[in-house]
């Protein structure tokens, strides 16, 4: 017994304890970020940061502190805001980043730079950028609900990450199609509606290079555009016009949720000619048809068929909007550079990729109907 004992002593002056440990009492967490493009070439950096008063019986009460400076870079914004608030600014939990658009129109990594450098950076942040509109209206918003903005903002966007709207991209999955050349990105777009107590989620923005393009997928695009980079979320749903009976218009619509998605692209080196085809099949459950009658013989196939050419047709739509943007989403260049170095080297993406032919084909399979014929 007595070995044991010394043993366990010893043991303990080899414990190292927590050199880096910082209390929470002594930080103030800062949980959503948004920067816009100031004066003079400044920026404006503003921060939500919530405080928790003690109660002497029951839970405490949260009170949400939103602060505004401009500077040249943020972390000079940073420290500024750190002399505004008693105890030390960390961003270790920054939940969202938010980009006001203007901003967003120019090079992002500088803004993002301190992010990536920083060890406490919290690179699960989601990033987003406000149509129409500038961060600090965004992070400042008179919202219902959610008592912090940040949950506000993230939940919208895990919303739209789950219905197949977003990729659900964080700071660490975009560092690299920042810096890689041959993939651009999109970023979810964010509007404020109903006099600034609303905020929705409005379409997805193309980026090229590290550069806002002012293009966007709309939200009613964005489940296919998702569906053609392979990306799926728990629930993908498409309602789309199919028949045009000339009298209830609700009768010509469907609504069909995806119960399989397989993406594949396929690349050629036509004597220096890149050619793309994007073959998408899906397999679908009718989840909402008004018009019934899918008992009749043939009619499955029918709808299947007239789904798999209006699909097509707006997939030719997404990837004119693409290749005007100059936002290569899909990471084509990526490909050709890795199958195809000897095209690439000899090629200019950025003035190749808008001019190059890239063909969708969509197939539809219908595989279950709901239990009313």
């Given at each position: 017994?007595?070995k044991?004992?010394?043993?366990?002593i010893?043991s303990?002056?080899?414990?190292?304890?927590?050199?880096?440990?910082r209390?929470?009492?002594?930080?103030?967490?800062?949980?959503?970020l948004?920067?816009?493009q100031?004066e003079?070439?400044?920026?404006?950096?503003?921060?939500?940061?919530p405080s928790?008063?003690?109660?002497t019986?029951?839970?405490?009460?949260?009170?949400?502190?939103i602060l505004s400076?401009?500077?040249h870079?943020?972390?000079q914004?940073?420290?500024?805001?750190?002399?505004m608030?008693?105890e030390?600014?960390d961003?270790?939990?920054?939940?969202?980043?938010?980009?006001?658009?203007?901003l967003?129109k120019?090079?992002?990594?500088?803004?993002?730079?301190?992010?990536?450098?920083?060890p406490?950076?919290n690179?699960?942040?989601?990033?987003?950028?406000?149509?129409?509109?500038?961060?600090?209206d965004?992070?400042?918003?008179?919202?219902?609900?959610?008592t912090?903005i940040?949950?506000?903002?993230?939940g919208?966007?895990?919303?739209?990450?789950?219905?197949t709207?977003?990729?659900?991209?964080?700071?660490?999955?975009l560092c690299?199609?920042?810096?890689?050349p041959?993939?651009?990105?999109?970023?979810p777009?964010?509007?404020?509606e109903?006099?600034?107590?609303?905020?929705?989620?409005?379409?997805?923005?193309?980026?090229?290079?590290?550069?806002?393009?002012?293009?966007?997928?709309?939200?009613?695009q964005t489940?296919?555009?998702?569906?053609?980079?392979g990306?799926?979320?728990?629930v993908?749903?498409?309602?789309?016009k199919?028949?045009?009976?000339?009298?209830?218009e609700?009768?010509?619509?469907?609504?069909v949720?995806?119960?399989?998605?397989?993406?594949?692209?396929?690349?050629?080196?036509?004597?220096g000619?890149?050619?793309?085809?994007?073959?998408?099949?899906?397999?679908?459950?009718?989840?909402e048809?008004?018009?019934?009658?899918?008992?009749?013989?043939?009619r499955?196939?029918e709808?299947?068929?007239?789904?798999s050419?209006?699909?097509t047709?707006?997939?030719?739509?997404?990837?004119?909007?693409?290749?005007?943007?100059n936002?290569?989403?899909?990471?084509?260049g990526?490909r050709?550079?890795?199958?195809?170095?000897?095209?690439?080297k000899e090629?200019?993406?950025?003035?190749?990729?808008p001019?190059i032919?890239i063909?969708p084909?969509?197939?539809v399979?219908i595989?279950?109907?709901?239990?009313?014929?």
């Amino acid at each position: 017994m007595k070995k044991y004992l010394i043993a366990g002593i010893v043991s303990l002056l080899f414990l190292t304890g927590c050199w880096d440990e910082r209390q929470f009492k002594n930080v103030k967490l800062v949980l959503s970020l948004g920067f816009d493009q100031g004066e003079e070439g400044q920026i404006i950096q503003t921060v939500s940061i919530p405080s928790v008063s003690r109660a002497t019986e029951g839970p405490g009460s949260e009170s949400l502190q939103i602060l505004s400076t401009s500077a040249h870079t943020p972390l000079q914004a940073r420290g500024k805001i750190d002399r505004m608030i008693p105890e030390s600014y960390d961003p270790a939990k920054v939940k969202v980043i938010v980009l006001g658009e203007d901003l967003a129109k120019q090079d992002i990594y500088p803004i993002l730079d301190d992010m990536y450098r920083n060890p406490r950076s919290n690179l699960n942040a989601y990033l987003a950028v406000v149509e129409e509109g500038t961060a600090q209206d965004v992070i400042s918003m008179n919202h219902t609900g959610a008592t912090r903005i940040s949950n506000y903002i993230s939940g919208l966007l895990e919303a739209a990450v789950s219905s197949t709207h977003a990729t659900g991209e964080n700071l660490q999955l975009l560092c690299a199609e920042l810096l890689e050349p041959g993939i651009d990105f999109s970023i979810p777009l964010l509007k404020i509606e109903d006099d600034g107590n609303l905020l929705t989620f409005s379409g997805m923005g193309l980026f090229h290079d590290k550069t806002y393009t002012g293009e966007k997928i709309g939200a009613e695009q964005t489940t296919l555009y998702m569906l053609l980079q392979g990306e799926k979320g728990r629930v993908a749903r498409l309602t789309k016009k199919i028949d045009d009976h000339g009298k209830d218009e609700i009768l010509d619509y469907i609504t069909v949720s995806v119960a399989e998605n397989d993406r594949k692209m396929k690349i050629e080196n036509k004597d220096g000619e890149i050619a793309v085809t994007i073959n998408l099949d899906m397999k679908v459950k009718i989840v909402e048809y008004p018009s019934d009658h899918l008992y009749v013989k043939g009619r499955i196939e029918e709808i299947g068929k007239k789904l798999s050419k209006k699909l097509t047709d707006e997939s030719v739509d997404i990837i004119s909007q693409v290749q005007e943007a100059n936002s290569d989403v899909f990471g084509i260049g990526r490909r050709v550079k890795a199958y195809h170095p000897e095209v690439w080297k000899e090629l200019d993406w950025r003035e190749e990729f808008p001019e190059i032919s890239i063909e969708p084909k969509v197939k539809v399979e219908i595989i279950q109907h709901g239990i009313i014929n």
